[in-house]
């Protein structure tokens, strides 16, 4: 079995059967091997861009900042895979999730 590219959907237990005959001397037997293949993603990418780009250091007040979080997922899972997206300032409680638009 060849698996390319292997998936998480191929995760499971594979076994070989070989069934073994000889019929001159009336031999027969069957063997078994397994293996399990578990799977995990890879580890999305996580990016936080600013609009305008390149800002750092200390801001003027007065003046907007955008902040983006992307986050990008390997093409070759094909696992449904859930993404939420949740901000906050200073460890506190969120201010939005992914499904918002947040103003401050």
């Not at 986050?71 to 093409?75: A, E, R």
């Not at 949740?86 to 200073?90: A, D, G, H």
């Given at each position: 079995v060849y698996f390319t590219p292997l998936?998480?959907?191929?995760?499971?237990?594979?076994r070989c059967s070989v069934d073994i005959s000889q019929t001159d001397i009336n031999y027969q037997d069957v063997f078994y091997e397994s293996f399990t293949i578990s799977t995990t993603i890879p580890t999305p990418e996580v990016v936080v861009t600013t609009d305008p780009p390149n800002v750092a250091g200390t801001l003027v007040e007065g003046t907007y900042i955008d902040l983006v979080c992307t986050?990008?997922?390997?093409?070759d899972v094909n696992t449904e895979v859930d993404v939420n997206i949740?901000?906050?300032?200073?460890g506190g409680s969120p201010l939005m999730n992914s499904s918002d638009d947040y103003s401050m």
């Open positions: 998936r998480t959907s191929d995760s499971g237990r594979y986050v990008t997922i390997n093409d949740v901000w906050s300032r200073n």
